[in-house]
């Protein structure tokens, strides 16, 4: 569903991306694990197309999409839930997932006042809503929601899109740890068919999700293959030092 082969990009004399090559297959749940500064999130950016790669390709349900632009790999079911802002302050949690369904739908034209008000997009609200655990908070404004709750939208926001591969960039992250076993359980139930990669720095959401676990060092796949196999890797122990122990 999601290919990368040979990917590679250097800022100056750094090689961020060092010939990364995956392969994901439909409703597969992968989660990337590395430290800091590994390029985890400049793959993300090559994946969704804003970064070009120097080297390499992207490929989405089989089509050759590396010189496609954001927008066309987004309309062709790659989705990002962002870390950063991206939501809507002054409107509510419902409106919000409104938006990003009536493009889904392709309702342009008077995108918030008549939009909403349509039956494709008000059932497409109500199937996310209750997928990302919102429905108690539809009617809040997102300013007035917690972080944790902030969180669950961005993820519904990208799947009001109807995404085929959805990239989530640390979602628990600055989350507390309660709210965070909420996450984890919330992103095990999604739909089978979605494809899923996740960066993440949360052993026990790695584990608790991911079917599969590649890990970056230095731009570089040093590991890809089961959970079960991370833990018993002696490689990923040297790589992230004490960490486990705290899995
Ligand atoms: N636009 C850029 N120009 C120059 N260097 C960059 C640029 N973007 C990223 N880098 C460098 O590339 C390296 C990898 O960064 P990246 O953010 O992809 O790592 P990461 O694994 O996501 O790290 P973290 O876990 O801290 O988010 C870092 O050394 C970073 O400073």
């Known amino acids: 569903m999601l290919e990368t082969r040979n990917l590679s990009k250097s800022f100056g004399a750094i090689h961020v991306t060092r010939n990364v090559s995956l392969k994901l297959e439909r409703g597969e749940r992968r989660v990337i694990l590395g430290p800091n500064g590994a390029g985890k999130t400049t793959l993300f950016n090559q994946l969704v197309g804003e970064i070009t790669p120097d080297k390499g390709q992207v490929f989405l349900a089989g089509e050759d999409v590396t010189a496609l632009s ?6 062709r079911g790659l989705s990002r839930s962002y870390q950063k802002n991206t939501l809507f302050d002054g409107l509510t949690v419902e409106e919000n997932l409104g938006l990003a369904a009536s493009v889904t739908h ?3 034209h008077n995108i918030r006042y008549d939009s909403l008000t349509r039956r494709d997009v008000q059932d497409t ?3 996310v809503a209750e997928q990302v655990r919102l429905m108690p908070y539809l009617h809040a404004r997102v300013s007035d929601v917690s972080y944790g709750v902030r969180r669950q939208l961005e993820v519904g926001v990208a799947l009001a899109t109807r995404p085929l591969v959805l990239l989530m960039d640390e979602p628990t992250s600055g989350v507390g740890p309660e ?21 993440e720095h949360d052993m026990d959401l790695a584990f608790a999700v991911a079917d599969s676990i590649t890990v970056l060092n ?3 796949v040093v590991f ?3 959970p079960e196999e991370a833990r018993g ?3 990923l122990k040297d790589i992230y030092l004490g960490a486990w122990e705290d899995a």
């Open 125 to 127: 609200v109500r199937e």
């Open 224 to 226: 890809d293959g089961s």
């Open 179 to 199: 709210m965070a076993k909420g996450f984890h359980e919330l992103l095990s139930d999604l739909p089978r068919d979605l494809t899923l990669l996740i960066i």
């Open 106 to 108: 392709g309702h342009w």
């Open 233 to 235: 890797s002696s490689l």
């Open 218 to 220: 230095y731009g570089e």
């Open 70 to 75: 954001v927008q066309a790999r987004a309309r």
